[in-house]
């Protein structure tokens, strides 16, 4: 099967995010580019009733998790672009339908991450402007205030793009091979969009250059990365942002983070990190050990420090993921619905516990460990595990031994301790 290839040099410079993505769909790439903009442009709009539900997140939700939310939700608005509801064929028998899925998320997107992205700091969701281009709009829609006429600096549109593009998918990564896992059983893309996101959320995929930044701000200064690397050696910590699964040697698109952390510098002024980024690149790659073991910077390494740069909270970061690797997901969802041989994901499980025993009873089974069932007790639980629920003796409820408990202890003498026999008063 064939899928979104990688992304080089000169694809990130002289290309767009809109322009990139055409390959989702098929057709003469002519005309193709203004079509496909124009149509991904004018569903920028999200439902009203989407609005009220993200309205209704907590003020401190965490965006992806109202991402993820959001989309998962979008499926209930469409009920005709689901296979579930109206033909497990209606993908393969109609191409416009399958397109106007891919028109709908790849331009709701941003619309859905902005607003995520607005609620976390309490001001208005702006509504998003589809004369302007498509990262243009996102940031228009991140931080407008009251203006008719704001309109994101260039410099920063253009970086947005580059960045964008090299995070757009383009190999069979955890957050992909989701989508197409979940693409299988038929369901509707919205749920596989969800799906992948939820992947995209763990700190092992899309939290990867969060930890970059965390490493770097550990070390703290040049001075320390020798001792780091050597640290690194020892196994007692861990180099974030090096290694992958498939550049074994130099991950092509560092170059092209490299040259947008310029320019974003130039504009916003040089995050002091980066000097500590560039001299542990500079150590680790020319150190025979990580040369050995073939761990070079990836993507992760210096996006971090770029968003950080541009004013994005680290939990944005996944977000800002999501919106580009949207056109790889969908790619591989398209293309894995017309192979003849698709079938539901479901690979075999191989058993490797004991075989041929006899049933044990429940009380004939050897205890447990302690901590088997353990979990930790809310504030509202040391309350309730001293006092009485109905009838039922406040013995029954025990706290484990602490300090609040051992104290009061002594104050519930057998002089001062009143047990009361009827209910308790109204």
Same mark, same amino acid.
């Given at each position: 099967?064939?899928?979104?290839?990688?992304?080089n040099h000169t694809t990130s410079s002289h290309s767009t995010t809109s322009s990139n993505s055409t390959s989702t769909t098929n057709g003469s790439p002519s005309n193709q580019f203004d079509t496909w903009n124009n149509k991904i442009m004018v569903h920028t709009f999200i439902h009203e009733n989407l609005i009220s539900l993200m309205k209704n997140f907590r003020y401190d939700a965490h965006p992806m998790g109202m991402l993820i939310s959001s989309i998962s939700a979008m499926s209930t608005f469409y009920p005709e672009a689901n296979?579930?509801?109206?033909?497990?064929?209606?993908y393969t028998k109609n191409k416009q339908l399958l397109n106007k899925q891919i028109f709908r998320i790849l331009g709701k997107m941003p619309t859905i991450a902005a607003c995520a992205y607005r609620h976390r700091i309490g001001r208005p969701y702006?509504?998003?402007?589809?004369?302007?281009?498509?990262?243009?709009?996102?940031? &228009?829609?991140?931080?407008?205030?009251?203006?008719?006429? &704001?309109?994101?600096?260039?410099?920063?549109t253009r970086a947005l793009d580059k960045l964008f593009i090299v995070h757009a998918d383009h190999e069979l990564n955890c957050s992909t091979a989701t989508m197409r896992q979940v693409g299988s059983s038929l369901v509707d893309p919205y749920s596989c969009v969800a799906g992948a996101a939820a992947a995209l959320y763990g700190p092992l995929h899309g939290g990867a250059n969060e930890a970059v930044l965390r490493m770097l701000e550990a070390i703290g200064s040049v001075d320390n990365i020798p001792n780091f690397i050597e640290?690194?050696?020892?196994?007692?910590?861990?180099?974030?942002?090096f290694g992958h699964r498939v550049y074994k040697n130099y991950d092509p698109r560092v170059g092209v983070l490299r040259e947008v952390s310029e320019e974003v510098f130039a504009l916003l002024g040089r995050n002091p990190l980066m000097e500590i980024?560039?001299?542990?690149?500079?150590?680790?790659?020319?150190?025979? &050990?990580?040369?050995?073991?073939?761990l070079y910077p990836n993507v992760d390494f210096y996006s971090g420090i770029i968003y950080k740069s541009m004013g994005f909270p680290t939990d944005m970061f996944p977000v800002l993921f999501s919106i580009p690797r949207c056109a790889g997901w969908l790619a591989h969802w398209a293309e894995m619905l017309h192979d003849p041989e698709l079938r539901i994901f479901r690979p075999r499980q191989v058993y490797i516990g004991k075989h041929n025993q006899s049933y044990v009873g429940v009380?004939?089974?050897?205890?447990?460990?302690?901590?088997?069932?353990?979990? &930790?007790k809310s504030d509202m639980s040391a309350r309730r595990a001293v006092s009485e629920v109905g009838n039922i003796p406040k013995t029954v409820f025990k706290l484990p031994e602490t300090t609040f408990t051992k104290t009061k202890k002594k104050v519930d003498s057998p002089a001062t301790t009143t047990t009361s026999s009827s209910s308790p008063p109204p």
């Amino acid at each position: 099967m064939s899928s979104p290839s990688p992304t080089n040099h000169t694809t990130s410079s002289h290309s767009t995010t809109s322009s990139n993505s055409t390959s989702t769909t098929n057709g003469s790439p002519s005309n193709q580019f203004d079509t496909w903009n124009n149509k991904i442009m004018v569903h920028t709009f999200i439902h009203e009733n989407l609005i009220s539900l993200m309205k209704n997140f907590r003020y401190d939700a965490h965006p992806m998790g109202m991402l993820i939310s959001s989309i998962s939700a979008m499926s209930t608005f469409y009920p005709e672009a689901n296979p579930a509801l109206s033909g497990v064929d209606i993908y393969t028998k109609n191409k416009q339908l399958l397109n106007k899925q891919i028109f709908r998320i790849l331009g709701k997107m941003p619309t859905i991450a902005a607003c995520a992205y607005r609620h976390r700091i309490g001001r208005p969701y702006n509504n998003p402007i589809n004369t302007l281009s498509y990262t243009e709009n996102f940031l &228009y829609m991140l931080d407008r205030l009251s203006e008719n006429d &704001y309109k994101p600096h260039p410099v920063l549109t253009r970086a947005l793009d580059k960045l964008f593009i090299v995070h757009a998918d383009h190999e069979l990564n955890c957050s992909t091979a989701t989508m197409r896992q979940v693409g299988s059983s038929l369901v509707d893309p919205y749920s596989c969009v969800a799906g992948a996101a939820a992947a995209l959320y763990g700190p092992l995929h899309g939290g990867a250059n969060e930890a970059v930044l965390r490493m770097l701000e550990a070390i703290g200064s040049v001075d320390n990365i020798p001792n780091f690397i050597e640290s690194v050696k020892q196994k007692k910590t861990r180099l974030m942002g090096f290694g992958h699964r498939v550049y074994k040697n130099y991950d092509p698109r560092v170059g092209v983070l490299r040259e947008v952390s310029e320019e974003v510098f130039a504009l916003l002024g040089r995050n002091p990190l980066m000097e500590i980024a560039i001299e542990l690149e500079k150590q680790a790659i020319s150190d025979p &050990y990580f040369q050995q073991r073939q761990l070079y910077p990836n993507v992760d390494f210096y996006s971090g420090i770029i968003y950080k740069s541009m004013g994005f909270p680290t939990d944005m970061f996944p977000v800002l993921f999501s919106i580009p690797r949207c056109a790889g997901w969908l790619a591989h969802w398209a293309e894995m619905l017309h192979d003849p041989e698709l079938r539901i994901f479901r690979p075999r499980q191989v058993y490797i516990g004991k075989h041929n025993q006899s049933y044990v009873g429940v009380d004939e089974r050897p205890h447990p460990p302690t901590d088997a069932a353990a979990s &930790y007790k809310s504030d509202m639980s040391a309350r309730r595990a001293v006092s009485e629920v109905g009838n039922i003796p406040k013995t029954v409820f025990k706290l484990p031994e602490t300090t609040f408990t051992k104290t009061k202890k002594k104050v519930d003498s057998p002089a001062t301790t009143t047990t009361s026999s009827s209910s308790p008063p109204p």
